[in-house]
């Protein structure tokens, strides 16, 4: 989906906006200044932390396992710290679950990867008279645009492509990043200082005209993303970006140990970008997504977990919650994990798993929901949901709401005026909050 569909601007072009600035910045130390502020930025910073696993994980081989049915394939549950099982393969959460708790009711019937994933960000099913909003724009409009303080976006997303602003605009977009921090698409040139400050005034008295023509909303926009692109790469805050001046212990603990074969499967890359994340909300920034795709097994399902897709999860989950509760984090910020779906029960020919979307889970922690619980069940061959009350991606993102204390009867209207409810109206899960 086109990040700036609702605006008129491509990704490219404000890209390549944030490259020219670039090329004008000399390359300064500010740790000092980090630090010095870290610690007050972080008290009381409401934020949220999506990891968003690309392709549709199987939540049967991870949060809700059946070893007694055929459907529950070669791995075991173990104990947890909380009051759940888990895979055998997560032995390092399992050690900090009493600080998340698994959704194991999930029900949403969207089982196309891009529905699912729209579904799942937006909280809304695909309409095409409207382009809804990825709750990470939500937070960045509710939450980002109060935090005076902050220079860099208030919705930063990482190793991913991202999701559309919808009718919140262009402002509210995903910053993109890649797992070294680096921008999208972004290529400096040979634009020096002085050549850039011409640029800088040519483009500028050619906006205003645009603007005071009175030709619609694009001009101001164009102009404002502009100047807070330049602003950008002027910031000290650019330096949460930078996860080498980490301790190498620290970087280890987000990374793991290489799997067998000393392949990681993607798996540096989502220790770095969740380490990434937690500097990044300890600076300020109230919404990051980590994406970690990979996650559609058709095929040797029980391998690719054990030996790529599981090693890096365990390590990441267990790494960034400890380390969030080590910095007196964790009560503010909200950690999630989901996919656009899951996977199905029954394993096929391949030895993998299709498609699902009937009957899944989503892990969620931190934030100052209750922790070591799992929330609803599925029958005992995983076909359904065999609780009361099934999820929606809806009450995913008002339980997040809540944590971060958006009111849950905030409204917002699409472009033609029509009022659109926070998370689709969804309900808080009242086992988490309350």
């Given at each position: 989906m086109?990040?700036?569909?609702?605006?008129?601007?491509?990704?490219?072009?404000?890209?390549?906006?944030?490259?020219?600035?670039?090329a004008?910045i000399?390359?300064?130390?500010?740790?000092?200044h980090?630090?010095?502020?870290?610690?007050?930025l972080k008290?009381k910073?409401?934020?949220?932390?999506?990891?968003?696993?690309?392709?549709g994980?199987?939540?049967i081989?991870?949060?809700d396992l059946?070893?007694?049915s055929?459907?529950?394939?070669?791995f075991?549950?173990?104990?947890t710290?909380?009051?759940?099982q888990?895979?055998?393969?997560?032995?390092k959460?399992?050690?900090?679950?009493?600080n998340?708790?698994v959704?194991r009711?999930?029900?949403t019937?969207?089982?196309?990867?891009?529905?699912?994933?729209?579904?799942?960000?937006?909280?809304?099913?695909?309409?095409?008279?409207?382009?809804?909003?990825?709750?990470?724009s939500?937070?960045?409009?509710?939450v980002?645009?109060?935090?005076?303080?902050?220079?860099?976006?208030a919705?930063?997303?990482?190793?991913?492509?991202?999701?559309?602003?919808?009718?919140?605009?262009?402002?509210?977009s995903?910053?993109?990043?890649?797992?070294s921090?680096?921008i999208?698409?972004?290529?400096?040139?040979?634009?020096?200082?002085?050549?850039?400050e011409?640029r800088?005034?040519?483009l500028?008295?050619v906006?205003?005209g645009f603007?005071?023509?009175?030709?619609?909303e694009?001009?101001?926009?164009?102009?404002d993303v502009?100047?807070?692109?330049?602003?950008?790469?002027?910031s000290k805050?650019?330096?949460?970006?930078?996860?080498?001046?980490?301790?190498?212990?620290?970087?280890d603990a987000?990374?793991?140990?290489?799997?067998?074969g000393?392949m990681?499967?993607?798996?540096?890359q989502?220790?770095?970008?969740l380490?990434?994340a937690?500097?990044?909300?300890?600076?300020?920034?109230?919404?990051?997504?980590v994406d970690?795709?990979g996650w559609?097994?058709?095929?040797?399902?029980?391998e690719?977990?054990?030996?790529?897709?599981l090693?890096?999860?365990?390590?990441?989950i267990?790494?960034?919650?400890?380390?969030?509760?080590q910095r007196?984090?964790l009560?503010?910020?909200?950690l999630?994990?989901?996919?656009?779906?899951?996977?199905?029960?029954?394993?096929?020919q391949?030895?993998?798993r299709d498609?699902?979307?009937?009957?899944?889970?989503?892990?969620?922690?931190g934030?100052g929901l209750?922790?070591?619980?799992a929330?609803?069940?599925?029958?005992?061959?995983g076909l359904?949901v065999?609780?009361?009350?099934?999820?929606?991606?809806?009450d995913v993102w008002?339980?997040?709401?809540h944590?971060m204390?958006i009111?849950?009867?905030?409204?917002?209207?699409?472009?033609?005026?029509?009022?659109?409810k926070?998370?689709?109206?969804?309900?808080a899960i009242q086992?988490?909050?309350?």
């Amino acid at each position: 989906m086109n990040l700036f569909t609702s605006s008129g601007m491509s990704r490219r072009h404000f890209m390549g906006h944030l490259a020219a600035s670039a090329a004008t910045i000399p390359a300064l130390n500010f740790i000092s200044h980090v630090k010095a502020n870290a610690a007050e930025l972080k008290k009381k910073q409401k934020a949220c932390i999506l990891m968003w696993m690309s392709g549709g994980p199987p939540s049967i081989d991870i949060w809700d396992l059946k070893p007694d049915s055929k459907n529950g394939g070669e791995f075991k549950p173990i104990s947890t710290k909380g009051n759940l099982q888990i895979s055998e393969h997560m032995p390092k959460t399992a050690a900090v679950m009493d600080n998340l708790s698994v959704i194991r009711a999930m029900s949403t019937r969207e089982a196309d990867h891009g529905r699912g994933r729209y579904y799942m960000h937006t909280s809304y099913i695909p309409n095409p008279t409207v382009v809804h909003p990825a709750f990470g724009s939500v937070v960045s409009y509710e939450v980002g645009s109060k935090r005076k303080d902050l220079e860099i976006p208030a919705f930063i997303s990482i190793g991913g492509g991202g999701s559309s602003p919808g009718f919140l605009g262009m402002t509210h977009s995903p910053f993109l990043v890649d797992a070294s921090g680096r921008i999208n698409n972004a290529d400096p040139g040979d634009v020096g200082p002085d050549r850039m400050e011409q640029r800088l005034r040519m483009l500028g008295s050619v906006e205003d005209g645009f603007i005071r023509s009175d030709r619609g909303e694009s001009g101001q926009a164009h102009k404002d993303v502009y100047l807070k692109a330049v602003n950008l790469m002027r910031s000290k805050q650019m330096e949460a970006f930078k996860i080498e001046q980490e301790k190498k212990e620290v970087v280890d603990a987000y990374s793991g140990a290489p799997a067998q074969g000393g392949m990681m499967g993607g798996g540096g890359q989502f220790g770095r970008s969740l380490l990434m994340a937690r500097r990044l909300v300890e600076s300020g920034v109230p919404f990051v997504e980590v994406d970690f795709g990979g996650w559609d097994l058709h095929a040797n399902v029980f391998e690719t977990l054990k030996n790529q897709r599981l090693p890096a999860l365990d390590a990441g989950i267990a790494a960034l919650t400890s380390d969030l509760k080590q910095r007196g984090m964790l009560n503010d910020v909200v950690l999630v994990w989901m996919g656009e779906f899951a996977r199905t029960p029954r394993i096929n020919q391949d030895v993998g798993r299709d498609h699902w979307a009937n009957s899944w889970s989503v892990m969620i922690g931190g934030g100052g929901l209750k922790g070591g619980l799992a929330i609803g069940e599925t029958d005992k061959d995983g076909l359904s949901v065999s609780s009361p009350k099934s999820y929606q991606p809806g009450d995913v993102w008002a339980t997040v709401a809540h944590a971060m204390g958006i009111p849950l009867d905030t409204v917002h209207k699409s472009k033609n005026g029509r009022p659109m409810k926070l998370a689709n109206g969804g309900t808080a899960i009242q086992e988490l909050v309350g």
